[in-house]
């Protein structure tokens, strides 16, 4: 879905139309699929905790999202508005089920097993998605040796692809995982609608008045934002230095396969170092690579920035998913995983923001990019104020 949708939704869906009309069709509803999954996000994390129904609510996403996914397979050039709205479909419900998926966690492997766990889940996932791209992409290239006819039906059959792969690897997660089992009250239907609400504004007074918790989310919005910012300014930045499509597209494919050993490696090292030194390492990691983006100027240039961004990826997203996870109650663990998704939407702005402004103002896009680095010096300030949950266990918060 990154590697091709907005490339084929500007080429093929919106053919014929004006580069900066397609830019900005595919960034409303990339906004706008942001704010429906930072609003919606938080009021049904607390809504399946009620229910005790996070595999539920997972199942429901996920299905959404195969829909969406599989749809884009079966549109034909030109008509931008059905890919945008099936695009949508798939986002949501992505973003969405990962609240429920992340909020299975505290029960599956509670404590410090949650860096393990959590690292060894990032790994997985960034093999399992460098196998299916690189199939994909290999299809793309050479669509004649998969008996397909052209590079826009091999593209379509992607999408297709995505869908039956998630579908398939989502099996073994709904039959062995079980729904979190929690002593408090199934809310009835009925009632939960406006519990999930109360329960909502308690969580977000909760977070507040628990000082780790409050710095752990503020820090998260700042660094994460910087992380989701560099690759996306740093492709753009290449394609506007002249790199080919190929070899960035070849960048994400090095991304996906150096994460799957070093997010890994990251769980391996949490017991020994700890989550939050080793998510300052992390944010330290990204800060060079910054640096690197806004100096490159060559391919070369490109992929190294590609490996040190696929080292320290999926290891910043993991222990900070795990340590969040440690620092919550697990009977309330889909709510507060809603709200940690919220930070997380919402962090897709500030940093595009701050990058656009500073370049307007400079004048120079290098020192768009540097501007990168605010973000990271001020989530790691924030970092700082963080207590190890190991050192600080068991933060007192009420349940349903």
């Known amino acids: 879905m990154a590697g091709f949708f907005p490339v084929f939704f500007k080429e093929y869906w919106s053919a014929g139309a004006d580069s900066a009309v397609t830019t900005g069709r595919l960034g409303d509803v990339t906004a706008l699929t942001g704010l429906i999954v930072a609003l919606l996000t938080p009021f049904l994390g607390a809504l ?3 229910r005790q129904a996070k595999k539920l609510f997972l199942f429901i996403f996920m299905v959404m999202g195969l829909l969406g996914c599989f749809s884009l397979g079966l549109i034909d050039q030109g008509l931008w508005i059905y890919a945008a ?4 479909v798939a986002t949501v419900g992505f973003n969405a089920g990962t609240t429920f998926y992340d909020s299975l966690l505290p029960s599956v492997a509670p404590g410090a097993e949650g860096d393990h766990a959590s690292a060894l889940g990032y790994a997985l996932g960034y093999l399992g998605g460098g196998v299916l791209f690189l199939l994909n992409v290999a299809m793309f290239l050479s669509p004649a040796t998969f008996g397909i006819p052209d590079g826009a039906t091999a593209v379509k059959i992607s999408f297709m692809t995505v869908a039956v792969w998630w579908a398939i690897f989502s099996i073994p997660l709904f039959k062995w995982v079980p729904e979190p089992v929690v002593n408090t009250r199934k809310v009835p239907l009925g009632e939960a609608f406006g519990e999930s609400l109360r329960q909502l504004r308690r969580t977000l007074g909760d977070i507040w008045q628990k000082r780790d918790l409050r710095y752990l989310l503020l820090a998260f919005w700042l660094y994460i934002d910087g992380v989701y910012t560099v690759m ?15 070899d960035l597209i070849t960048a994400l494919l090095v991304v996906q396969f150096v994460g799957f050993p070093s997010a890994y490696l990251f769980g391996r090292f949490s017991g020994k170092f700890g989550a939050l030194r080793l998510i300052q390492l992390c944010i330290a990691a990204y800060a060079a690579a910054t640096i690197l983006a806004a100096l490159m100027s060559t391919a070369t240039h490109f992929f190294m920035l590609a490996v040190f961004v696929g080292i320290v990826q999926g290891g910043v997203q993991a222990l900070s998913r795990s340590l969040y996870a440690r620092m919550i109650p697990i009977e309330r663990s889909a709510e507060f995983f809603g709200v940690m998704n919220m930070v997380g939407r919402f962090a897709a702005i500030l940093g595009p923001f701050l990058v656009a402004r500073t370049t307007l103002l400079t004048g120079n896009h290098r020192w768009g990019l540097a501007s990168l680095l605010i973000l990271f010096a001020a989530g790691s300030y924030f970092l700082l104020k963080v207590r190890d949950p190991a050192e600080h266990p068991a933060i007192d918060l009420p349940k349903i």
């Open 85 to 88: 709205f099936w695009y949508a």
């Open 48 to 50: 399946a905790d009620a």
């Open 232 to 246: 996306t300014m740093a492709v753009d930045f290449g394609l506007s230095i002249g790199l080919e499509s190929k």
